[in-house]
């Protein structure tokens, strides 16, 4: 069964305070090479069929019209897992 994965962050310009103390933690824990973290989400969407070029079109729309708010949020990827799309090279 493919798998369609769907990374969502936040806009690069904007501030992420749970990163910001993850990264804090981070530092006093000792991990002091670790600079930054910033923290996203990432939707695993199961596919019944074959994934073509029309389905991760459509997935992409979804991505940017419900899985991200895109005042804030930025879709970074979209990849399918398991399957290869028709038509796609790698």
Do not use: Y
């Amino acid at each position: 069964m493919p798998t369609i994965v769907v990374e969502v962050m936040p806009k690069a310009e904007l501030l992420d305070p749970a990163g910001k103390a993850v990264a804090g933690a981070l530092h006093r824990l000792g991990h002091d090479r670790i600079s930054d973290v910033r923290i996203g989400k990432r939707f695993e969407l199961h596919v019944d069929g074959d994934v073509d070029a029309e389905l991760l079109a459509d997935v992409e729309k979804v991505a940017a019209d419900m899985l991200a708010n895109t005042v804030i949020e930025d879709v970074v990827t979209v990849e399918v897992h398991g399957a290869s799309v028709p038509g796609e090279t790698h």
